[in-house]
């Protein structure tokens, strides 16, 4: 995306040190130039005055910036923003600004595609192309804050009414995520990240770990661990080493209420049925900065939407704190799936939330721009694998 720069962008202070004091430097320095880089957004090292003169020379040399190539850049009318960034070989990655009047959510890709082939996704029918380093998860953080910050931009994400306060993928309830009385669209444009664009974030562990630990650095992005979210479909160890090494906020995609049709959805679950998901979701709860874990399930008519399919999820989750995020399945080109009818999406959410289980409908953001994780993507990517569109009899 950046070329070298864009690894600069993905080294943490911990990375960072060695690199600095290999250039003869103190490792202090890494401070400094992560505040230059990622709080003041700045691409120029030689307005960075406060750092050695030979130092500006030798970051110069190694790290040339180049400039990024945005392959596309809509905006929808609820003013959502999703970008297509170049990733090379003719693949690009998404990330989507999700505008709300008291936080800005952005969602980062991990890789180019995904190779866990879940059946109503977009990007999951692309195939798997390559994982993103650390620095081209960063990149998009990076980008996304200084496009918004760019004053045509800033127009672009300003809500003139309370359009969009529904939540959105493991962003939760509004009152739990914000501190102040902050218009932070308006101000500090991303106030939250989330994993949840193209990939398994726990496939790429060790870039999505570094890529944490710059997002949550009280000298780059400073965000708090709950207001960064990691959304897996289920690989049970690496939940387990993420509660170890980085317990931020978690979310599952759950989308079935039994092995059966889960491992129809989401293959992983062959591998990691859902004793064993649940399992790993109680311990993470142990380190976890919320009490509960988010699970999201995409609602496909006719699949996995019927009362009693509400009541088996009842069951599933009564031993974990839990909030269900219910998502009208976004159709993409090449699906047969269709998305459940308002008036059954509802009696679903009644269901759970009569029998005491948080449960909240998504709102459907930036349809007009083909917001769906993977559908920009899948106009451009060399596709490595194509599979043949789903039939959703043989999902029910
Ligand atoms: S839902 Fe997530 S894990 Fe499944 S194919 Fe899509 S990107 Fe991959």
């Known amino acids: 995306m950046l070329g070298e720069f864009t690894q600069l962008l993905g080294y943490s202070a911990h990375s960072l040190k060695p690199k600095l004091e290999a250039l003869g430097q103190k490792s202090f320095r890494a401070n400094q130039l992560l505040q230059w880089l990622h709080?003041?957004?700045?691409?120029?090292?030689?307005?960075?005055?406060?750092?050695?003169?030979?130092?500006r020379s030798s970051l110069s040399t190694r790290y040339p910036i180049a400039t990024p190539?945005?392959?596309?850049?809509?905006?929808?009318?609820?003013?959502?923003?999703k970008w297509l960034f170049d990733v090379g070989a003719g693949n690009g990655v998404e990330c989507v600004f999700i505008p709300e009047r008291r936080r800005g959510?952005?969602?980062?890709?991990?890789?180019?595609?995904?190779?866990?082939?879940?059946?109503?996704?977009?990007?999951?029918?692309?195939g798997f192309n390559r994982n993103l380093t650390a620095g081209e998860i960063i990149a998009q953080v990076w980008l996304a804050r200084s496009l918004l910050l760019d004053s045509t931009s800033a127009s672009a994400i300003r809500l003139p009414d309370r359009s969009g306060a529904?939540?959105?993928?493991?962003?939760?309830?509004?009152?739990?995520?914000?501190?102040?009385?902050?218009?932070?669209?308006?101000?500090?444009?991303?106030?939250?990240?989330?994993f949840m664009g193209m990939g398994e974030p726990l496939q790429n562990y060790e870039a999505t770990l570094e890529a944490l630990q710059i997002l949550l650095s009280d000298h780059a992005y400073g965000l708090s661990r709950r207001r960064v979210t990691v959304s897996t479909s289920g690989v049970v160890p690496m939940i387990d080493r993420l509660a170890q090494d980085c317990p931020v906020a978690l979310a599952v995609s759950l989308h079935a209420p039994d092995d059966l049709l889960r491992d129809r959805l989401v293959p992983l679950?062959?591998?990691?049925?859902?004793?064993?998901?649940?399992?790993a979701c109680e311990g993470y709860l142990k380190h976890a900065p919320r009490d509960f874990i988010t699970f999201e399930y995409t609602m496909?008519?006719?699949?996995?939407?019927?009362?009693?399919?509400?009541?088996?999820?009842?069951?599933?989750?009564?031993?974990?704190?839990?909030?269900l995020n219910?998502?009208?399945?976004?159709?993409?080109?090449?699906?047969?799936?269709?998305?459940?009818?308002?008036?059954?999406?509802?009696?679903?959410?009644?269901?759970?939330?009569?029998?005491?289980?948080?449960?909240?409908?998504?709102?459907?953001?930036?349809?007009?721009?083909?917001?769906?994780?993977?559908?920009?993507?899948?106009?451009?990517?060399?596709?490595?694998?194509?599979?043949?569109?789903?039939?959703?009899?043989?999902?029910?």
């Open 326 to 396: 219910l998502i009208p399945f976004n159709p993409f080109p090449g699906s047969n799936l269709q998305r459940s009818d308002a008036s059954q999406i509802r009696r679903f959410a009644e269901r759970l939330l009569s029998a005491g289980i948080t449960a909240t409908i998504r709102k459907t953001r930036g349809e007009d721009i083909d917001a769906a994780c993977g559908q920009l993507a899948g106009e451009v990517i060399n596709i490595t694998k194509k599979r043949p569109s789903m039939d959703p009899r043989r999902l029910s």
């Open 69 to 81: 190539v945005i392959l596309k850049d809509h905006v929808a009318s609820d003013a959502t923003r």
């Open 39 to 55: 709080q003041r957004g700045c691409s120029d090292f030689e307005v960075m005055t406060d750092l050695a003169k030979s130092l």
């Open 269 to 279: 679950n062959r591998k990691y049925p859902l004793d064993q998901l649940m399992g």
């Open 166 to 194: 529904d939540s959105f993928q493991g962003a939760d309830d509004l009152a739990d995520l914000v501190d102040t009385d902050e218009d932070v669209t308006t101000v500090k444009p991303i106030s939250n990240v989330v």
């Open 105 to 126: 959510t952005l969602c980062v890709s991990t890789q180019v595609g995904c190779a866990l082939a879940c059946s109503f996704c977009a990007t999951g029918a692309q």
């Open 300 to 323: 496909i008519k006719g699949v996995n939407d019927r009362l009693d399919q509400a009541e088996a999820l009842v069951s599933l989750l009564s031993r974990i704190p839990s909030k």
